[in-house]
């Protein structure tokens, strides 16, 4: 079984400035990924990042970095330079490779606000 | 164009009215899931399908019936709906395995109200 714990419901930053979005998960497997995705008003489930289990290396994607701490099973997302499109639900989530297929599990969500 | 369509958007029903949303992807994926979201709750997995005729339960499948006869086509079925079957529906593909290329795509979701 996997768990995936987001303890912030809401975040705000100011335009501009950089925001830390935490995630910890928990699961006794050593194969499985990690991601972050938006999801904007329009409700559209957008993909922003991703992290295989296995790399060290943090992943990044423009303005978003994560932050992978595999020991401590924590997964932050870092979002600089904020934009107020930046503004929505992020979700962060684990998939195990379970029989060929990803079983995903997500987070609550965290909502984001971007004050111009 | 890639997509994971589903239909309808929005649908408000009442108890116990027997309803089918339903889910398309032209991207020859073999897996398909059925998600919902609930405030404070995240996204929960209802039922998936690794390929044709092959489906099983998530971790919400009570109230929900799926079937998978076409690869294309992944309908979620709710025989009964209840009051607490409101929710905002998501469908999602990918190909098999956990490679950056089965990436899961999401349908836009469908709000449903049941009354």
């Known amino acids: 079984a996997q768990t995936v714990t987001q303890s912030q419901p809401e975040m705000s930053v100011q335009e501009a400035e950089t925001v830390t979005l935490s995630c910890t998960y928990d699961?006794?497997?050593?194969?499985?990924?990690l991601f972050w995705y938006k999801q904007p008003p329009s409700r559209q489930m957008i993909l922003v990042i991703r992290?295989?289990?296995?790399?060290?290396q943090n992943a990044t994607e423009n303005r978003f970095s994560v932050n992978f701490q595999k020991a401590a099973k924590s997964f932050s997302l870092k979002i600089s330079d904020s934009q107020l499109g930046d503004a929505a639900m992020y979700f962060c989530?684990?998939?195990?490779?379970?029989?060929?297929?990803?079983?995903?599990?997500f987070g609550i969500g965290t909502k984001l606000q971007v004050i111009p | 164009e890639a997509q994971v369509t589903q239909n309808p958007r929005y649908l408000i029903t009442v108890t116990g009215k027997k309803l089918t949303v339903t889910c398309s992807q032209n991207?020859?994926?073999?897996?398909m899931s059925w998600y919902r979201q609930d405030p404070g709750l995240g996204l929960r997995q209802i039922y998936y399908?690794?390929?044709?005729?092959?489906?099983d339960k998530g971790d919400v499948p009570e109230g929900y019936k799926v079937s998978r006869k076409e690869k294309r086509n992944f309908p979620l079925i709710l025989e009964s709906p209840s009051p607490n079957q409101t929710s905002l529906y998501f469908c999602?593909?990918?190909?098999?395995?956990?490679?950056?290329?089965?990436?899961?795509?999401f349908g836009p979701g469908t709000r449903l109200t049941v009354l």
């Open positions: 699961t006794s497997e050593s194969d499985y990924y």
């Open positions: 989530a684990s998939a195990l490779n379970s029989g060929g297929y990803q079983k995903v599990t």
């Open positions: 399908s690794m390929n044709v005729e092959v489906t």
């Open positions: 999602a593909s990918s190909l098999p395995g956990t490679s950056p290329e089965s990436e899961q795509f």
């Open positions: 991207m020859n994926h073999e897996y």
């Open positions: 992290q295989e289990a296995y790399k060290q």
